[in-house]
């Protein structure tokens, strides 16, 4: 089964200040390439919309995935569609999710 995979803008924005806080820590324009690569092919992968668990922290309807250290918090809009809310790193305090979703 295809399924639609939509990226919100704030996870996008995500995507972006991911590479950017990387490459600056790291200096290498190519790891951070590389992590926000593996985090959008895990996106868009999917299978089936209840492939990966409820979210812990957001209960019913957010599920998340977990690439490296981050978590991206999608929901289900039809049986062959989702939404990726979210990109967070798993070294913040997980009560952030609720911020901003």
Same mark, same amino acid.
């Given at each position: 089964?295809?399924? @639609? +995979?939509?990226?919100?803008? $704030?996870? !996008? /924005? $995500?995507l972006n %200040?991911? %590479? /950017? @806080?990387?490459?600056k =820590?790291?200096?290498?324009? &190519?790891?951070?390439?590389? +992590? +926000?690569?593996d985090?959008? &092919? ?12 409820? $979210? /812990?922290?957001?209960g =019913?309807?957010?599920r @998340?995935?977990? +690439?490296r250290? %981050? =978590?991206?918090i999608?929901?289900?809009?039809t049986k =062959?569609?989702?939404?990726i809310?979210? !990109? %967070? $790193? ?7 999710? @609720?911020?901003?979703?």
């Amino acid at each position: 089964m295809n399924i @639609r +995979v939509d990226w919100s803008e $704030d996870s !996008v /924005e $995500d995507l972006n %200040f991911i %590479f /950017e @806080r990387i490459k600056k =820590k790291t200096v290498s324009e &190519e790891l951070a390439k590389n +992590v +926000v690569n593996d985090i959008y &092919e895990t996106g868009v992968s999917i299978s089936f919309v209840e492939q990966y668990q409820i $979210d /812990e922290v957001l209960g =019913k309807p957010y599920r @998340r995935m977990v +690439v490296r250290h %981050f =978590k991206l918090i999608y929901r289900a809009i039809t049986k =062959k569609h989702i939404r990726i809310i979210q !990109v %967070f $790193d798993t070294y913040q305090n997980p009560l952030k999710l @609720r911020k901003h979703i």
